[in-house]
């Protein structure tokens, strides 16, 4: 009888064995790779679908990985998950600006509809600052603003001083 090597296994931080596991194979994906659910269990063990029991192991490698900048992403209707190329990446991250806009705006529309003569002073300050909070939000991420920041050719990373230059109003040119 032929005798195996030894499986050599990582552990990674203070992960469990099972999302370790998933970490080691899934760190390696490359853009437009699959693993099926059948792939992901005879990684780990477990079965990796929602609401079984590997899901939760799953979406703690999938964020690893995500921070490690491999990004993975169930399919819907399908039974795998999926390495993103750029271009989904890109359209995912755009989709979830939308979301937040939108949800910093309806926030915004609550925080406006609280009267603050019925509030305590500290209620008051807290409603402020959360309004002003999600209302920059909103208009951050208000397509007018991100149309403003596509024309100027924005090619870096935020730069928070060079975002408010960005948005400081023209100046008229000076009367003579």
Known sequence: MEQQEPRRFRSVGQYAVATSLLIQRMEKGQPGDILTDMQLAAICGKVCRP????????????????????????????????CLEPDEILSQGESTARQISNRAKRATLRFGSLDASVLTPEQVTKRNTFMAWAGTLALMASRKAVKKLEERHVNTTADFDRMLEIFQPKEDAPDE
């Open 51 to 82: 609401h079984h029991p590997g899901y939760g192991y799953l979406q703690s490698a999938i964020k690893y990985c995500e921070r490690h900048g491999v990004v993975w992403k169930r399919m819907p209707g399908g039974d795998c998950i999926k």
